[in-house]
């Protein structure tokens, strides 16, 4: 990265918006940060978080047993045993059977491994469309800026939940793919709005001033000092991306407006359960269980991200001056209103 | 400031009119609402087939459809169902079951949300406020429909352990309820308890974490310190000045928090057995017909511009400064 200075230096080199002075020290920032490279101190402080820490092992193991659940694992997905209807979890069946005589332990792997595939795919593409949408509208300003902005607000009034399933019959028979195509084509406003901002801020630094004047054309000048001044922000929002594609890929696949029938995702498990819910709970609560654990999970890892990458977002708060690891980050940066957008 | 806002009004209004218009141009490209018709056996004469087009004007450009549409709902008339039902009969019906359910969470939600948010900003770092804390990421984790789902098994436990038909899960009202004003009141108390909760809870979490931050920002303020200095209380301080204060973000979030309400309004609706504006979307896509899809996202459209108004309204009435301007 050639432009670590401007995010890398912790409370230096960014732009002090408030008036408040800045409660840590800068002694102390200075000797936590001599001598190691952005990279590290951030690896550091993000391993620091004991609760991140444990978001992340548990989303790795949980991805890691729905890829390899088929080698071990009794019973496929697709697999009927017709010995066994709807009983509950057992020796041989460990999250029960259907009606059909499915396992539900093969299913609900299959299902959690669609969702997290989904999401991560999902807020990969988003951050694409966000990151080109954002920094050319910021940096280009003018009639590019209001028409891609009026785009954004557009897509922020119509709920992607909406659009989504209005275009879903037209989706139906054909791959999954096209369904994460078109979430990633949904999911990027919030991102882009705020990308735009920051790029408003960033067009009027002397280095990108510099880069502008010594003749470097525009598309360079957003690749190399643009979007790379942004990243720190981008990593923290695809974190959010990605937790909140699962609840929305759910929801609509709750609904059958998202992932169709011969695949199955954790949405659909759900549906199919919650139809006997009461009288048969683990057809649902397993699949509802390991989507709120690995959501969760996902959220934990953002706000370890959050505050390993950007611990200026404290600054300026009551914050214990001794160290203090653990604690929530106080101020979520991306509204987190997409989060719960889906459902 | 006048000026801003009727510009913010047009722009509103013209961003209503294109979503719309973008919702009923998807819906009239992707559903096929004769292919069940076609489908049938015996098949149906191509004359039958043929006049369910004329009549549904599947032959018209698209474009044209959509004048001729919102030149009709401009007069309050929404179309006909694919099934030929008058829209604008059960608009109203829908409507009302809708906002009762909106406006319950979002009074509940906010008021609990800021509740929850003070007093752990308050009470920081203590057990109360890593419980409260907790209690939002877990509920941010986990789907609408889930929520309903595992309140509903809770509310069965909590009928059977009580031996009465304590809360009831379907329906806004007992069909055919007969009895006086109490009894029916209380009647439709026990049918608005869960999807509310459900609706609500999700809204106390999401405006929680931001009021405790918020709030956290200005307890460390200096003006507070000053307004205890020249001899408030400290509950005085927090009350008069410091809550007032940390009300302003809120009122930005409120937009955001509204559209969030209104997709999960849809879940509970549907979980919930309520015939709103959200189980009639899923029943007009389920059953491809864009009338009602134009109709709902109309609705919603002008529901979330409307918050965005309220929105603006809030932060003039909370942030003096918004207003001298």
């Known amino acids: ?343 | 400031m006048a000026r801003f806002l009727a510009r913010r009004l047009v722009n509103y209004v013209a961003l209503c009119l294109v979503a719309t218009f973008l919702a009923f141009a998807l819906a009239a490209m992707t559903f096929d609402p004769v292919g069940k018709l076609q489908a049938r056996n015996p098949p149906p004469p191509q004359a039958t087939i043929d006049a369910k087009r004329a009549e549904l004007r599947l032959d018209e450009p698209i474009p044209q459809r959509f004048v001729l549409w919102l030149g009709d709902a401009v007069q309050g008339d929404f179309g006909r169902t694919v099934v030929n039902q008058s829209i604008s009969d059960e608009l109203p019906r829908r409507i009302g079951v809708s906002l009762r359910l909106f406006l319950l969470g979002t009074v509940v939600g906010i008021g609990l949300g800021v509740i929850l948010g003070v007093a752990s900003a308050i009470r920081q770092y203590r057990f109360s406020d890593y419980a409260a804390t907790f209690f939002s990421f877990v509920i941010l984790s986990t789907p609408v429909f889930l929520l309903g789902l595992l309140l509903k098994y809770l509310a069965l436990e909590l009928n059977s352990a009580a031996g009465a038909q304590l809360l009831v899960f379907t329906g806004e009202t007992t069909p055919g309820f007969q009895g006086g004003f109490w009894a029916a009141l209380v009647d439709r108390v026990q049918h608005l308890v869960l999807p509310t909760l459900t609706i609500a809870l999700g809204q106390i979490a999401y405006y929680s974490r931001y009021q405790r931050s918020a709030m956290l920002d200005v307890l460390g303020s200096d003006f507070l310190r000053t307004a205890q200095a020249k001899g408030l209380t400290r509950r005085k301080a927090l009350f008069k000045h410091g809550l007032r204060t940390a009300l302003v973000p809120m009122a930005t979030l409120f937009a955001f928090g509204f559209g969030l309400l209104i997709t999960g309004g849809t879940f509970t609706e549907r979980i919930f057995g309520w015939y709103g504006m959200g189980d009639w979307l899923v029943y007009g896509i389920e059953q491809d017909d864009t009338n009602i899809t134009a109709t709902v996202t109309l609705f919603v459209a002008v529901l979330v511009l409307i918050s965005g108004w309220l929105s603006d309204v809030f932060y003039a009435l909370l942030d003096p400064r918004v207003r001298l301007r």
Request: aromatic letters at 8%; proline letters at 5%; glycine letters at 10%.
């Open chain 1, 1 to 343: 990265m050639t432009t670590t200075d401007v995010t890398g230096g912790t409370g230096k080199a960014v732009p002090t918006g408030g008036a408040n002075p800045v409660d840590v020290p800068l002694d102390a920032v200075e000797a936590e940060t001599e001598g190691v490279t952005r990279g590290k101190l951030v690896l550091r402080r993000f391993l620091r978080n004991r609760l991140a820490l444990t978001g992340l092992v548990i989303l790795v193991l949980l991805y890691a047993l729905s890829l390899t659940s088929p080698l071990f694992a009794p019973w496929r997905y697709d697999e009927y045993d017709y010995l066994s209807f709807l009983q509950g979890p057992s020796a041989s069946h460990w999250f029960g059977t259907s009606q059909i005589g499915e396992d539900v332990f093969a299913q609900t792997m299959r299902g959690l491994q669609r969702s997290l595939t989904i999401g991560l795919l999902t807020a990969a593409i988003s951050i694409v469309i966000a990151s080109v949408v954002g920094a050319c509208a910021g940096y280009f300003g003018g009639w590019v800026d209001r028409g891609l902005m009026w785009v954004v607000d557009l897509l922020l009034v119509l709920p992607s939940f909406l659009i989504i399933a209005v275009i879903s019959p037209a989706l139906r028979g054909s791959s999954w793919i096209l369904f994460v195509l078109l979430l990633g084509m949904f999911a990027w406003m919030i991102t882009a709005r705020i990308l735009r901002g920051m790029t408003l801020t960033l067009r009027e630094r002397e280095f990108v001033k510099a880069a502008r004047f010594m003749g470097a054309p525009s598309g360079l000048i957003i690749r190399r000092h643009i979007l790379p001044n942004m990243a720190s922000l981008m990593i923290i929002d695809v974190t959010i991306t990605v937790g909140s594609t699962i609840l929305l890929e759910t929801g609509l696949s709750y609904f059958g407006f998202g992932v169709q029938p011969p695949d199955v995702s954790l949405g659909t498990l759900i549906r199919d359960g919650s139809t006997a819910a009461l009288t048969t709970p683990w057809l649902f609560l397993f699949a509802g269980g390991l989507l709120v654990v690995s959501v969760l999970a996902v959220n934990f890892i953002g706000d370890g991200l959050r505050d390993a990458l950007d611990p200026n977002a404290r600054r300026g708060r009551k914050v214990r001056h001794d160290e203090d690891p653990d604690v929530e980050v106080e101020r979520p940066r991306t509204p987190r209103a997409r989060q719960e957008e889906p459902s």
